[in-house]
């Protein structure tokens, strides 16, 4: 069975699909998270209930805004399965949920940003070519960032392969390992870039998910060992 290190912080969530599939997930997280000001999460919470449509990236971003499950009845424009299911999970409404990115995500509701008053709550540092893109198709958009992620050095247990989902666990794991003798298996444009920086990774997940990778990374390993 190949140990395979899960390099975010939510490592609950998303180890059981690794198990499922005969993989040994293991949690060596490289990254930190720190939630902006309560001040600023407060605004974006007034500005998604004041929109036409909300952009949600990720499932940690919905966490973050609405925990206790209390999100507008504004129409969601959603990045992923995963991250769909958590806003309806808390009372939101998806319009429309893409499958391969924000950048895909943004061209699928082309039509819509050019007539909505459009909120988008984000991490720090989210892709610059896709936030000017927004920038330039919505007549009226407005992006908080909501929260950050902090590359954090790794442990040293041995493993076989590691998953990446952001630059920043890509930063994180080189602080103090590098990948020499590892399968690396990446999530997203950045997160292949930020690795090929170093070397080609081995594996790309088809889609932005965990689930995506994990199935990828199954099939490469049962090749490759």
Do not use: N
């Amino acid at each position: 069975m190949s140990r395979v290190a899960l390099t975010t912080d939510r490592f609950e969530g998303i180890a059981p699909v690794y198990r499922q599939l005969g993989l040994d997930p293991v949690w060596i997280p490289c990254i930190r998270v720190e939630s902006a000001k309560a001040s600023v999460l407060v605004q974006a919470r007034q500005a998604a209930s004041e929109a036409d449509l909300v952009l949600i990236s990720s499932v940690r971003t919905v966490d973050l805004l609405w925990p206790d499950g209390s999100m507008p009845t504004t129409e969601v424009a959603a990045v992923g399965e995963k991250t769909a299911a958590a806003v309806v999970a808390r009372g939101g409404r998806v319009v429309a949920s893409g499958r391969s990115g924000l950048a895909d995500l943004t061209a699928q509701i082309g039509e819509r940003l050019a007539s909505a008053r459009v909120v988008f709550p984000r991490a720090a540092g989210s892709d610059p070519v896709t936030l000017e893109v927004l920038r330039r198709e919505a007549i009226d958009l407005r992006d908080f960032e909501v929260y950050r992620t902090v590359p954090v050095a790794p442990d040293s247990t041995r493993v076989r392969a590691a998953a990446f989902g952001s630059p920043s666990a890509v930063e994180g794991w080189l602080l103090s390992r590098d990948f020499d003798d590892l399968v690396v298996g990446v999530i997203g444009a950045r997160t292949l870039e930020a690795v090929a920086q170093h070397r080609p990774p081995e594996v790309l997940a088809p889609h932005p998910s965990h689930e995506s990778l994990a199935h990828a990374l199954a099939s490469y390993l049962e090749v490759a060992v």
